[in-house]
């Protein structure tokens, strides 16, 4: 079995140094966005890389600042303090058009970056989104009103998940960076090529998410595919083979 390398790390003057993994490659460079509290050894980018690397494609995972590998503490980081470590990183290693994938909460933020880079740098910088059980706005709908009170009183919220041994931890700052850059309430102004897997037993995000992102995107290359039987991590042989073919359909399409 190969060992996996070591990651690298991208030194930043007055934020965390962030922990990556790079394959060279044809582009677009595949970049994979990580769900809440989870990191670039999770199945879904480890496999991506390795088909990435296998295939000669060019791929970068990263891990958020506080968590993985990367520096920084995790309950001071917010939405769009993750944004910009996206495109911190995609500055410092990436060259041309990129295709953005995005698991659950890497969803909202392969949208934001997605974002970001248009305005910045033109509509030909991003190639392509795929998001997996994609969680927009999740701040407004993944919540309770007594527990949307208790972040914002207590100053955090502490749930038991299924996905770790730790607590999932909702900081006041995380939601207010969040319910201050929602985006399902309007037109999202991106043209490329989009498509979203999302399983039906999604008992996380609820696959009518999808559909509403599908509906608020400018673009009219969105196609939706809903999984019978998929659960949020979409995680089992079947929903890696489909992602590895629909993320490998797009980056063929729109090869630079």
């Known amino acids: 079995m190969t060992e996996t390398p070591a990651p690298e790390y991208l030194e930043r003057s007055g934020r965390p140094r962030l922990a990556y993994r790079h394959v060279v490659g044809t582009g677009p460079t595949i970049i994979f966005l990580p769900g ?38 995790f309950a001071e980081q917010t939405l769009l303090d993750w944004r910009g470590d996206i495109i911190d990183l995609i500055d410092a290693r990436v060259e041309g058009p ?39 706005d999740f701040t407004d709908w993944g919540f309770s009103d007594t527990e949307k009170a208790i972040i914002l009183a207590e100053g955090e919220l502490r749930e038991e998940t299924p996905y770790s041994d730790q ?20 037109v999202i102004p991106l043209a490329c090529p989009v498509r979203l897997l999302h399983g039906q037993e ?25 999984i019978k039987g998929g659960d949020h991590r979409l995680s089992r042989d079947s929903d890696i083979a489909l992602l590895i073919d629909t993320v490998a359909r797009l980056a063929t399409d729109t090869r630079n």
């Not at 008992?203 to 939706?224: F, M, Y």
């Open 167 to 186: 607590p999932y931890v909702t900081t006041r700052g995380f939601f207010q960076s969040g319910e201050a850059n929602r985006l399902l309430g309007a």
């Open 202 to 226: 999604d008992g996380d995000v609820p696959p009518d998410i999808s559909l509403r992102l599908s509906a608020a995107l400018a673009s009219e290359d969105v196609q939706t595919t809903l």
């Open 98 to 136: 990129v295709l953005i994938v995005g698991s659950s909460m890497g969803g909202w933020l392969m949208l934001l970056a997605a974002l970001a880079l248009v305005r910045r740098d033109g509509p030909s910088r991003v190639a392509g989104l795929v998001g997996i059980a994609a969680a927009p």
């Open 36 to 73: 809440y509290m989870s990191d670039m050894e999770g199945g879904k980018a480890t496999a991506l890389h390795a088909w990435a690397a296998a295939e000669g494609r060019a791929c970068l995972l990263l891990d958020y600042a506080g968590c993985g590998q990367s520096d920084g503490l």
